[in-house]
């Protein structure tokens, strides 16, 4: 007789093996195993260890909730799976690479902030294939979304070279509308989408991303987002505003207007579509793959030192 399941392993609070819903994985004494003695408790969720069973403070480990809610992990855990990921990442010839999300692979705005001349691009969605809106929960209005040119061959490529992070200031709920519709099958991204609600701090960092730095490639606009040790890994790329915005406060309206008038700024349909010749996706995808070549081939496994020669 096996007797009862002891819950070894649970993910979002169901049992994998039982298949059990524990609100609170708290488990008995005489049920927990007591053939690790000395249990380090490298994974919690929901203030238990998912190896032995025993409470533990949360205060004590790592929040990973964008791998599973109310996931903490041990500094000491965490060390070594940067490590165990970018050994595999090695022996599979792919590097990490972080994504920022807003104005890198795309641009967004209100329906209700667009400029008179761009408010012709809602009718258009459902046409495009680079247009696409949805409802933003408390907002008294939907977000229309363009994506940058060419970033689906973009993450076709790089996913060959790469395993592909999303790392945003965004919320979880936004975040997660944004990536599906980059990424609707979860092929390029997995679960890998830190947002704003993972991090400790203001700045971006990669002590989230588990790989170790020396593997990490971070493309983001905003340098500033960074922990500063970590601007190392950062590639630059050109901002992607694609809307144009209705101004807000006298000043600004009053800018706006006079430079309508003495500049006769073009902004009808066919001369938008010909503002969007942005490439920057493909000139990135062209330097990451130099960064990745010289990784593999040349004399320095540290891409910091491709980075900053």
């Given amino acids: 007789m096996n007797g009862p399941c002891k819950h070894w392993l649970t993910l979002r609070g169901e049992c994998c093996e039982c298949r059990s819903y524990l609100k609170r ?15 380090r408790h490298w994974v919690a969720q929901q203030g238990v260890c998912r190896r032995c069973g025993e409470e533990v403070d949360e205060r004590d480990g790592i929040p990973f909730d964008y791998i599973a809610e109310r996931t903490q992990l041990s500094r000491e855990y965490v060390t070594a799976m940067k490590r165990q990921n970018s050994s595999i990442g090695y022996g599979q010839r792919k590097l990490h690479l972080v994504l920022n ?11 209700s ?7 012709h691009l809602v009718e ?4 495009r294939d680079d247009l696409r809106r949805f409802s933003k929960r408390y907002a008294c209005s939907d977000v229309l979304v363009k994506l940058r040119p060419f970033f689906d061959q973009f993450l076709l490529e790089a996913d060959e070279l790469f395993v592909m992070h999303v790392y945003t200031k ?19 991204f997995g679960r890998r989408v830190i ?4 991090s400790l701090d203001e700045r971006k960092t990669l002590g989230l991303v588990l790989a170790q730095q020396s593997g990490v490639v971070i493309v983001d606009w905003d340098r500033r987002a960074w922990e500063p040790k970590d ?5 630059q790329i050109k901002p992607y505003r694609y809307f144009k915005h209705n101004p807000h406060g006298t000043l600004s309206i009053l800018f706006n207007f006079l430079k309508n008038k ?20 493909m000139d990135l995808l062209k330097s990451l793959k130099d960064i990745h070549r010289r990784f593999f081939n040349g004399p320095s496994y540290d891409v910091r030192a491709l980075l900053n020669p």
């Fill in 124 to 127: 258009q969605v459902g046409i």
């Fill in 170 to 188: 965004l919320g979880r709920s936004d975040s997660r509308k944004l990536v599906k519709m980059l990424d609707p099958l979860g092929i390029f």
């Fill in 25 to 39: 994985i708290t488990l008995p004494t005489g049920l927990r195993d007591t053939s690790f003695p000395e249990c």
């Fill in 262 to 281: 003495l500049f006769k700024v073009d902004s009808s349909p066919e001369q938008k579509m010909l503002d969007d010749q942005d490439t920057s996706l």
């Fill in 231 to 235: 601007r190392r890994n950062l590639v």
């Fill in 195 to 198: 947002v704003r609600e993972d």
């Fill in 101 to 111: 999300l807003r104005t890198t692979l795309l641009d967004s705005c209100y329906i």
């Fill in 113 to 119: 902030r667009l400029a008179d001349g761009d408010k």
